[in-house]
């Protein structure tokens, strides 16, 4: 991710005399995300992930830090919160919401395979599961509402076939979630943006999942199709890969069945999920926001997994 908020080390030390960690001995600025100001940080205790939250506020954010600690009391391999010396787990630095987590083993599997993609559809799997009694509700911030208070805001950059191809999206979008099959869709907190690069993996071994900071409560099925539209493609293309979907699907399906509804709505989803990542790439790239590193994302790779979604054929759910 990017460093919106730098942090020194001076500035660390007092900061950190109210978590049990010890003394702070080093900081690095992390340059991949983009979302929030992140650091690895070392400490007498070991080395932990800082994370300055740039969009967030104080009453938003126990919500996704008490998610990462329930899935990790329930066994999702997840980064533990640290709690200060007042048990809070958000705390002020910068005048900003700052949270300080467990630093998770090994790296992102940037070229999955089957392997890695069963992984991961196991653990999302478990992840719905055990975050279904965890009690704070938060709504996915980056759905519908969100879509469509956006997408004015990057028409006028479009071209006139982009915006078409924008418009009508969102016009499919709302009318499918008005339908009873929408409405019956079993739903929960879910990560709502697992890609390659926020989970970790030792070898063929997941470690854990991370970034949880686009979570909410969503469909399950809109989850997974966010997972599958970045780890279960050909990523110069955008086309889906079979056999790395059917891994991640079967896997998925055999610790938490896949409904009817789901079934149909399956190829919605992959749309909605398409559209969700091409509209906040716009976003980010006609509104970009002041960095010391920025990665961008290009926008155009999810206008290109859009249009094969609408037109393409896609594996079939695994439904009983
Ligand atoms: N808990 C963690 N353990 C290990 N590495 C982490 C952890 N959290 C973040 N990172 C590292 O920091 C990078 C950026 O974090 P990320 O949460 O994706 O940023 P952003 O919120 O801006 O998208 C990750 O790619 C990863 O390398
Ligand atoms: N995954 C999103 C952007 C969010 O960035 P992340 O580093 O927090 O995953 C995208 O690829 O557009």
Request: with cysteine.
């Amino acid at each position: 991710m990017a460093v919106f908020t730098p942090v020194s080390l001076e500035d660390l030390g007092p900061w950190m005399q109210q978590f049990p960690l010890g003394k702070a001995l080093g900081i690095k600025g992390i340059a991949s995300g983009i979302e929030n100001s992140n650091f690895f940080i070392n400490t007498e205790a070991g080395e932990f992930v800082l994370t300055i939250f740039e969009n967030l506020s104080f009453e938003q954010l126990p919500f996704y830090l008490k998610l990462m600690r329930h899935l990790a009391d329930h066994g999702v391999l997840v980064p533990a919160p640290i709690a200060n010396d007042q048990g809070e787990l958000v705390v002020a630095l910068h005048g900003k919401p700052a949270a300080i987590v467990s630093k998770l083993e090994g790296k992102s599997q940037m070229e999955p395979q089957a392997v890695h993609c069963a992984a991961v559809g196991n653990m999302l799997a478990r992840m719905h599961l055990a975050a279904q009694d965890f009690s704070i509700r938060q709504p996915n911030l980056r759905s519908l509402d969100w879509w469509h208070l956006t997408t004015p805001k990057v028409l006028p950059f479009l071209s006139d076939d982009l915006q078409h191809l924008l418009r009508a999206e969102v016009h499919f979008q709302d009318a499918f979630d008005s339908t009873p099959i929408y409405r019956a869709l079993p739903n929960g907190p879910v990560h709502a943006d697992l890609f390659r690069n926020n989970v970790m993996f030792d070898g063929e071994r997941l470690t854990g999942f991370f970034d949880f900071y686009f979570a909410g409560c969503d469909t399950w099925i809109f989850d997974v199709a966010v997972t599958v539209n970045d780890w279960c493609i050909d990523v110069a293309t955008g086309v889906l890969d079979e056999e790395r979907a059917l891994a991640l699907l079967n896997a998925y399906h055999a610790v938490r069945p896949f409904t009817k509804e789901e079934g149909i709505a399956w190829q919605p989803m992959l749309r909605a999920a398409a559209l969700r990542f091409w509209l906040s790439r716009l976003y980010d790239f006609y509104q970009p926001r002041d960095a010391e590193m920025l990665t961008p994302h290009d926008p155009t790779h999810f206008e290109r997994i859009l249009r094969l979604r609408e037109s393409g054929r896609v594996p079939a759910l695994p439904i009983n």
